[in-house]
């Protein structure tokens, strides 16, 4: 599979397990979780060129998906992430929390959704 078909797979299946947590099928939202970390697993595994690749949805038109691969970069790209995920911390809903706890989490150290190896 190709970078941009992983960071596509990545993307959907965020979106869809937003779309699901606010229908209220966490069970449905937890399988398209899966999908999105497997995806990122496939893109770590080939090195920076695949967290490059996910950095492409730091500008995505869905605030969920931005959030998500920045905190999955904060590591890789600390300013670009932080930058995605502080724009977002400020506004409302699940996704201005999620980044909010992000961002605590790599200020209290215990951020480790991609470590070094």
């Not at 599979?1 to 209220?24: H, K, P, W, Y």
């Not at 937890?30 to 999105?36: F, L, Q, V």
């Amino acid at each position: 599979m190709d970078l941009e078909s992983l960071v596509t797979q990545f993307a959907e299946n965020i979106a869809a397990q937003t779309d699901c947590i606010r229908s209220g099928d966490a069970k449905r939202g937890n399988k398209h979780a899966d999908k999105a970390y497997a995806a990122f697993t496939k893109l770590r595994s080939l090195g920076d060129a695949g967290r490059d690749a996910l950095a492409s949805l730091f500008s995505s038109p869905r605030v969920d998906v931005r959030v998500t691969a920045a905190a999955f970069l904060l590591r890789h790209k600390p300013k670009e992430a932080r930058g995605v995920l502080e724009e977002a911390a400020r506004g409302e809903g699940i996704s201005a929390l999620g980044a909010q706890q992000t961002l605590k989490n790599w200020e209290n150290g215990t951020w480790a959704l991609d470590p070094l190896e």
